[in-house]
C-alpha cells in the first residue's frame, strides 16, 4: 500500500468515466414500494441501472438504502411495482430468482462459516447449486487456482486457503466474502455498507475490486453513507429519504455537501472543533506507561482531565487492544495503567468502572447493550446497583434517572422501546447514556460512530465534546481519520503496535495522519 | 376468560397509556396476549370438569395439589436456571438425594435437623454445578448430566434400593397438613413463587440474571458479575430442589430411591409451557407455575379417566408437542401487532 494509491482516493476525473449510463440497462426497479407491519419502508421508487456502472444508494438511517438493496437481491418480495434484471422474463420476487438472474449480494456483516476453510468460504455460494466446495473437490476441478486468484483479487493473496476462516481478522472476513464476486457468475454486485466495518486501507483494495468489475461490465450498486468513497467509487449517486427517492445526481457535477443535505434533508450544521481545553498542571486523569496488550507493544501516553485524544491506525496496529487494556476489558502483557495518578490493576470491567473508568463498545450488537431489555432498562443496566436498596431496585429512582437520560441525550423511544428496534445511530446513544450514567472521569470510546449515519454521528461529537467541557478524559479510537481531527484535540498514531507521531488536531490534515499510519514508504 | 373480561382489559390498558414501566405488571390487554398457557389452562379445566365427575371435588383438588407442589417448586428452580441461559437436568436426582438423606441421616429424628439436611445437599450439589459452569466455562448440560448420574447413584448405594422411613414423629406434619383449606405445600410453592418474581422482577440481582441470560458479553461488558451471580443461581436452584426433596418425604411419609426421578422432564416442560425462552433471558414465573398445573391437571385427569401409564406418557408428549407449537403462533401475532 502506497502513499500515491491513498491520494487517488478522491472523485476520479471524467477522462476514464464516461457520461452516466453510456452500457445498457441492467436492472429497473419500476414503482417499487415495500411496506413493514406499520412501517412504509420504500415508496413509489423508480431507479434504474446500467452496466459498467457504479450506482451509490445514499441515505441517513432508516431511508430504505437497506431494503432497496433486499429488493434487488430478491431477499424479499416488493410490496408494489417490480425490478427485473436485463435478460430475465420474470420479475425479481426470491433469491433463487436473483440466482438465476445474477445478482448478488454483499452483506455489511460477512457472511462467513467459521468452521468452514477459507477456500470453502470462498466457493460457499456453490452449495446452492448441491454443489461439493470441499478442498479435494475443488482441486479435481482444478478449482484451486480459481480460489487463490479470488483471494489475491481482494488482498487475501498470502492467505493459505486450507486455513480455517475462524482465524481472520474482521477486516479479512469482509474482503473473504468479496472474494466470492470472483468465483460467482454474476451481473448485479451490490456492496450494502460492506465498507462500514472496514479501514481505509481495505476500501482502496474495495475500490480496486469495484474497478474491475466494472471493466467487466458489472452494474455495481454501493449503498453507503460515507461520503468519501462514495465519491471515490461512483458514477451516479441516488439519495433516498424516508423511503423517497430524492435525487439522482451525477457524481461528477455535485459535492458531498450537496449530497448531505439531501440524505438529512436541511443544510448540516458545520461542526465546531472542540473547544481548546486544557487542564494544565494538573495529574493526567489517565497514564499509561509502557503498556503492550494484544497487537500493541510498548504504548506510552497520558490524557489530562477535559482533554479528548484520539487514537488513530489500520486494522491491526493494536488501537483498540489499547483502549480494552486501560478499561479492564482485557488484560494487558505488560505496562502500567495510571488512573489520576495512580497506578491500578483493572482485571474486569467492573474493576474498571469502580476507578471511574468507562469503555464503550466497538461491537455495539454483542457487547453494547442487552437484547432483549428496553431502554430503561439497558440505561441503568451499570448504575443498576445505585439505583437500590439492599439489592431492591427503587423504581423511582430507576425512572427519574432513565427519563432524564432520555431527555439528555434526545434518544428516540420511549423507556418501554426494545433497545434492539432502534436506528444504529439510536442505540449508540443508549450505549454512551448508559456509561455516562455512571459519571465516570474517564471515558473510552471505540468507533464510537461506527456504522451509524451523518445526523447521530453528528450527536455524538456533541455529546463528546460536552464531556470534554465537563472535565472528563476521553480517549477516542478511531479509523477515520476525519473523525480523529474533527472529534479531538489531540491525536496519537499507532502503528505496528507502536505510537509513532502525534498531532495536534488543529494544525494537522487527514493525510498527515494516514501517511503517519502507513509507515515509512509514505516519506 | 370471557369477552367481557377481555374487553374491562382493555378498557384498563386505556386508562393507562404507556403508564408502565420496566419490572411492573403489564397492562391487561398485553397481559392477556402471552397468557395463553393461561387460556389451555382454562380450557383444560372446563374439559375435566366435564368429563370426569370426580375432578371437581374438594378432595381430587386437594390431592392434585399435594402432587403437583414439589414439582412446582423444581420448576421454579428450572426457571431461574433457564432464564440465565442454562439449564439444570440435575434437579431429580438432587431431589432425591436430598430426600433420602434428610429423612435417613440422624435416623430421621428432628424434622428441623432434616430441613438443614435437605438444605444443604441441594445447595452443595447446585453450588457444585455452578462453580464448574461459571469458573471452569462447562457447559450446564453436561455438567448437570453428570451430577444427574452422581447424584442418583449415591440414592442408590445410600438406601440400597430400600425406601427410607423417618423415625421423628412430627415428620409428616408438614407435607400433610392444611391451612385455610389448601395444603400447607400448597402455600409454600405459592409464597416461593411470588418471592420468585418479586426477585427477578424487582431485585439488581434479577435483572442481572436476565441480562446475562440475554447478552452475556454485554452483562460482561457492563461490569455484572457475571460468574459470581452464576454460581448464585445454580445454588439458589439447588436450595429450592433441596427444599422440594425434604417436602417430597414429608408428603409420602417416606423416602423411596426413586424419589425425584424424570423430574428434570417434567420441570424442564412446565417452564417451556410457561413461555420462558429456552435460551434464556426471557419468561415469567407465573408461566412457570402455569405450566406445572397443566401438567398436574392432565397427568390427573388422566388416571380419573383410567387411561393406561403407558398412554399417559404419550399424552403429556403430545401435550408438550402442541403448547410449544401455540406459544410460536402466539409470538408471531404479537408482533404483527405494532
Redesign the interface.
Known sequence: MSSPEIEEVQPVDDVDRGSPGPGTVAFSARGVAKSYPGVQALTGLDLDGYAGEVLAICGANGAGKSTFARLLAGQEAPSAGEIRIAGHPEPLRDPAGAERAGVLLMHQEPLVIDDFTVGENVWLYRLRAGRDIRAWSRAGRGDDERTRRALREVGLGHVPPEGPAADLAPGQRQMLALSRAGVTRHGVLILDETTASTSEEHFLRVREMVRAEQAAGTAVVFVSHRMPEVFALSDRIAVLRGGRLVATLDTARTTPDEVTTLMIGDAVRALQRPPAHRAAGRVPALAVRGLAAGSATDVSFEVAAGEVVGLYGLVGSGRSSVARAVSGQAQPRAGVVEVNGAAVRMPSPRAALRRSVAYLTEDRRREGFVADFTNAENLSLVTLSRLATAGVVRRAAERAQVDELISRFQISGGPRTPTRTLSGGNQQKVCLATWLAAEPEVIVLDEPTKGIDVGARLNIYQIVHGLSQRDKAVLVVTSEAEEALLLCHRVLVLRDGQLVAEFDSTHASTEDLMRAALAEEAA | MTATDRAAADAVAEEQP?K?????LPSGAQWLRHQYPLLILVALLIFASLTSDAFLTGRNLENLVLQTSVAGIVALAQFIVVISGGIDISVGSVLGLSCVLSAGLFSGTSVLLAVVVALAVGALLGTTNGLLIAFRGLEPFIVTLGMLALGRGLVYAYTEGVPVRPAAPGFTAVGTATFAGVPVIGWIWILLAVGMAFLLR????G??V??IG??R?????????VRTTLVVVYCLAGLLVGLGGFLLASRVGAATPTAGMNFELDAIAAVVIGGTRLRG??GRVFGAVVGTVIFGVITNLLVLLNVSTFLQDAFRGALILIAVTLATLGRKKA????
Open positions: 404507556a408502565r414501566f420496566s419490572g411492573a424487582r431485585t439488581v440481582f435483572r442481572r436476565l441480562a440475554s447478552r458479553e454485554a452483562a460482561q461488558a457492563a461490569g455484572i458479575p433471558g426471557q408482533r404483527e401487532t405494532p
